[in-house]
């Protein structure tokens, strides 16, 4: 079974502050996606990473995948109160497969 | 985008009886499609993968017979939870591919939060 470790699981910062969280595996993924999830709600797709070494922004965000496609991180500048969330990393092992998900980050931004 | 949606949203029932939750793919068919548990402040569990057309394959530790998942058409599947227990209160989730995306992500229903009484 592949296993994704994802830390940190709790993150409290100030508005302003940057933060990495960070998803590893010891198995290859063909993708790894990064989601956020807000209470109540189902995951959001952020972004989906393939190719070893790729790195992918979305505004404050980067993504950035392993050159041996296991593990990923998420660096978030500036954080905001909006970007408050659980932050859930998945990896496929391929199209159209399950995922695996990882243990979650809980990121509280305080104003 | 793909779009799931998942009724009902919220639902309270008695213990013992049965709970149906259905899962849509609106805009595109999914020949697959996966339920999820998730406990609070916790990552979503696999429970089961819904092929159309053919029996689901239920996770390890997972009761087929608590928890019947039927996918009877490309674009509906159904999770009931069988004689239900408080135990089995909970956020489920379902999720499905669209194979037209250029992504690989996955679409999930906005949930079903369960509370047996």
């Known amino acids: 079974t592949q296993l994704l470790k994802q830390s940190p699981q709790f993150l409290s910062i100030q508005e302003g502050e940057n933060l990495t969280v960070y998803c590893n595996s010891s198995?290859?993924?063909?993708?790894l996606q990064w989601y956020r999830q807000e209470p109540g709600e189902g995951p959001v797709l952020l972004v989906t990473?393939?190719?070893?070494?790729e790195v992918k922004k979305l505004k404050r965000l980067t993504f950035q995948f392993g050159d041996a496609r296991k593990d990923s991180s998420l660096h978030i500048t500036a954080a905001q109160p909006g970007d408050t969330g659980l932050y859930l990393c998945a990896g496929g092992e391929t199209s159209g497969s399950r995922l695996t998900f990882g243990e979650g980050t809980q990121l509280t931004v305080n104003p | 985008g793909a779009v799931v949606s998942q009724h009902p949203s919220r639902v309270i029932c008695k213990s013992g009886t049965s709970v149906k939750i259905e899962c849509r793919s609106l805009?595109?068919?999914?020949?697959?499609m996966f339920w999820y548990r998730q406990f609070p402040k916790q990552s979503l569990m696999l429970m089961a993968t819904?092929?159309?057309?053919?029996?689901?394959?239920?996770e390890q530790g997972v009761e087929k017979d608590k928890f019947l998942i039927n996918h009877a058409s490309l674009t509906l599947s159904t999770l009931t939870v069988t004689s239900a227990h408080p135990e089995d209160s909970s956020f489920y989730i379902c999720s499905a591919r669209d194979g037209r995306a250029l992504d690989y992500g996955y679409t999930f229903g906005s949930g079903t939060r369960l509370t047996v009484v």
């Open positions: 198995s290859v993924f063909s993708s």
């Open positions: 819904s092929n159309e057309g053919s029996k689901a394959t239920y």
């Open positions: 805009d595109f068919q999914a020949t697959t």
């Open positions: 990473v393939v190719t070893g070494g």
